[in-house]
């Protein structure tokens, strides 16, 4: 039995901004990275004008209220994965205190 999906938070400005123009970066220029496209979009939407932004930034509102129509009960929890990142931190202090022991050595 698989626990079920938590639903999705709804899309900020940017994400709705990002979703719309990345096909048309994306088929003019083929060989950009998923990174180069991000930081492309992401220099667009900073030299945007506030009446653009203010429309995108209602579309997010409009968008808002559609995803509370459809989860009446979300509430936003992000997952905190402290034990993933500890993890991740005694791999690196135990990978140093060896390169530092074999160093000497």
């Known amino acids: 039995m698989q626990p079920e999906k938590r639903p999705p938070r709804p899309p900020n400005a940017f994400i709705l901004y990002r979703r719309a123009k990345q096909p048309a970066i994306l088929a003019a220029h083929r060989n950009l990275t998923n990174a180069e496209i991000s930081r492309y979009i992401s220099n667009c939407w900073r030299n945007e004008t506030d ?12 968008k808002k209220l559609e995803h509370m129509q459809a989860y009446p009960n979300y509430v936003y929890r992000p997952n905190k994965n402290k034990g ?6 005694q791999a690196r202090k135990s990978a140093v205190a060896t390169f530092s022991s074999q160093d000497t050595t």
């Open 51 to 62: 009446e653009e932004r203010l429309a995108w930034e209602r579309y997010a509102d409009q």
């Open 84 to 89: 993933k990142n500890e993890k991740r931190r």
